[in-house]
Every structure is written in structure tokens, then in C-alpha cells.
């Protein structure tokens, strides 16, 4: 039995963001992995529904301020979102995107995206300076992390997407 997930992306700190079902994959010491396959549909907030070509793998990392998502080798090899702590239940994931995001690409540049978004949210949301501060720190120190390939950045990443490339083949046949 195929177990899905929800997963409800807040912005500060509960407008709808990103709204998805993904699909159980594993949970280990890095945190709960989820994953989809190519065709699967996502909506942001009250537009359109998307559906994305290629397949994903998602890691949330319980008590962290990040998540993961690798994506099947297209613009970028990893995408981390800033958060706050994920609340997880069995079947549904619920955080708060707070803007800062790393993405590492198939060369292995890292790079801090949407710095002038989270200026500007900063402000008009008035973010708590304890939320300021540990938005930074986690991605300072998640970007040296990417950098080096360090777990579950390296080997353990690449191995649940390629878990999740046999289960979308095995959905297939």
C-alpha cells in the first residue's frame, strides 16, 4: 500500500503557499524522505495547478529550519527552502517557507537564492529577529555542507532518488 503525504507550504506565517501530495519513501536519521513521480501536480497558493515533468525526492528534516528536494537531474541537483521546523504528522507536512533558499547544481555551484525577497518580507511581515538570525545561520551553514557533499547531501540523497526512479518505474509497469 502506497502511503501518501501532504505537504502544506505556509509563508509567514499562514498564507497558503505551495500545496502537494507526495508519496512515503523512507524515514532514517536524516529525516522523513517523499518522494514523486514525473506528471505529479502541485498548486502555489490560488494559481493554476502545475505538473512537473520529472520526478522529486523530499527530505524534512524533523526539528531543522531546511528542507530538500532533489530534483531528477533538470535545472538544479538540490533545492533547500529556509523553514521553520516542520510539523509532521503521518499524513500531512506543514511548514513556514521563510524565503532564503540554497540551490547546488549538477556542476556543484552553490548559491543563496531570493536574499532580496527575504529583505522584503522581513519588513513588511515583520519576521522576529530570532527567525532572522537562524534563517542566516542555517543557510551559512548549510551552504558549506552542499559544498562538501556532507550527509545526506552526497551518497545517502543520490540513493533515495534513485529508490524513487525504480518505484516510478515500477508504477509504470
Known amino acids: 500500500m502506497n502511503r501518501l503525504v501532504h505537504i502544506d507550504f505556509?509563508?509567514?506565517i499562514t498564507r497558503r503557499h505551495w500545496q502537494f501530495t507526495m508519496n512515503y519513501l523512507d524515514q532514517d536519521e536524516w529525516g522523513l524522505w517523499l518522494w514523486t513521480p514525473a506528471g505529479s501536480t502541485a498548486q502555489r497558493?490560488?494559481?493554476p495547478r502545475q505538473i512537473f515533468n520529472h520526478a522529486n525526492v523530499k527530505l524534512v528534516s524533523p526539528g531543522d529550519w531546511w528542507t530538500a528536494i532533489w530534483n531528477d537531474g533538470r535545472r538544479y541537483d538540490l533545492y533547500i527552502d529556509i523553514i521553520t521546523p516542520a510539523a509532521i504528522s503521518p499524513d500531512i507536512v506543514t511548514m513556514v517557507d521563510i524565503d532564503l533558499d540554497l540551490v547546488r547544481r549538477a556542476d556543484g555551484e552553490v548559491t543563496i537564492e531570493d536574499e532580496e525577497e527575504f529583505a522584503d518580507?522581513?519588513?513588511?511581515?515583520?519576521?522576529?529577529?530570532?527567525?532572522i538570525e537562524r534563517a542566516w545561520q542555517t543557510t551559512a551553514a548549510l551552504?558549506?555542507?552542499l559544498e562538501r557533499r556532507e550527509e545526506p547531501f552526497g551518497e545517502v540523497g543520490d540513493a533515495m532518488v534513485t529508490r524513487a526512479q525504480a518505484m516510478a518505474n515500477n508504477m509504470r509497469t
Open 10 to 12: 505556509r509563508k509567514w
Open 45 to 47: 497558493g490560488d494559481e
Open 121 to 131: 518580507h522581513q519588513r513588511r511581515y515583520g519576521y522576529p529577529a530570532y527567525v
Open 143 to 145: 551552504k558549506q555542507r
